[in-house]
């Protein structure tokens, strides 16, 4: 038990480290632009659009965009390969802790771990802001004051359709992709943060690109930021 105490202690100053040492450089990078913006968190319904949309804004708002660089920091915080994290991801239905333990059982990280070094990594982005953070419950994760939390949603037949398109598969193929990831989404945000992800409360900005464009959908965010937080 006291080796045990002691690895866990050693394990978690050496993520503490790591996560100090992103926020540092995050910091030196920010520096001159002394304008606190909040980080944007982008939850979205497969098949939507909602990554152009949150790329874009980060292009245009000049902010760092975390997606599969969450992963990457996840991965070198708990000193795992970034493929075991995808794959703990990619199976969210069956439970983050059952998948955690029976993977990396070995390698410190023992069951809720994941989550808990997810949340260091994503309040050290919200410290900082000027990020845009797509999906991984950052908006369940940070407090309202450091997050401006939008949800991009559209009718199924519409998501359908994009995702034909962009994958060049069967609309069959297309609508079992879409109802596979959206449940899983929704049972990782119900198990870990004991949410409904579809609930429109959480959020501070609901778009239906079946009815807004996504250039319409990136303006509009852009303009709340420069009329609230002055980018």
């Known amino acids: 038990m006291a080796t045990q105490k002691l690895e866990e202690s050693l394990f978690n100053q050496f993520v503490t480290e790591q996560i100090e040492k992103m926020t540092l450089e995050r910091k030196q990078r920010l520096e001159g632009k002394k304008t606190f913006a909040p980080v944007i968190t982008v939850s979205i319904q497969p098949g939507s659009g909602g990554r152009i949309i949150a790329e874009r804004l980060a292009e245009r708002l000049g902010f760092d965009f975390f997606n599969r660089e969450i992963i990457q920091e996840v991965a070198e915080s708990v000193k795992i390969s970034p493929e075991v994290i995808e794959k703990i991801e990619k199976e969210r239905l069956s439970g983050v802790e059952d998948l955690i333990a029976s993977f990396v059982r070995d390698r410190y990280l023992w069951p809720g771990m994941y989550l808990e070094h997810l949340e260091k990594i994503v309040h050290a982005i919200g410290d900082t802001g000027k990020a845009v953070i797509v999906g991984r419950g950052a908006n369940f994760i940070l407090p309202s004051e450091k997050r401006f939390s939008i949800r991009i949603l559209a009718p199924l037949d519409v ?25 899983r989404r929704a049972a990782f945000i119900r198990k870990s943060f004991n949410a409904d992800v579809e609930d429109p409360l959480h959020y501070d900005l609901v778009i239906n690109t079946g009815d807004v464009h996504i250039d319409e959908a990136v303006d509009v965010v852009c303009m709340f930021m420069s009329r609230k937080y002055g980018i």
């Open 159 to 183: 998501r359908v359709k994009n995702i034909v398109a962009a994958y060049d598969v069967p609309e069959a193929a297309a609508t079992s992709r879409i109802k596979n990831r959206q449940e």
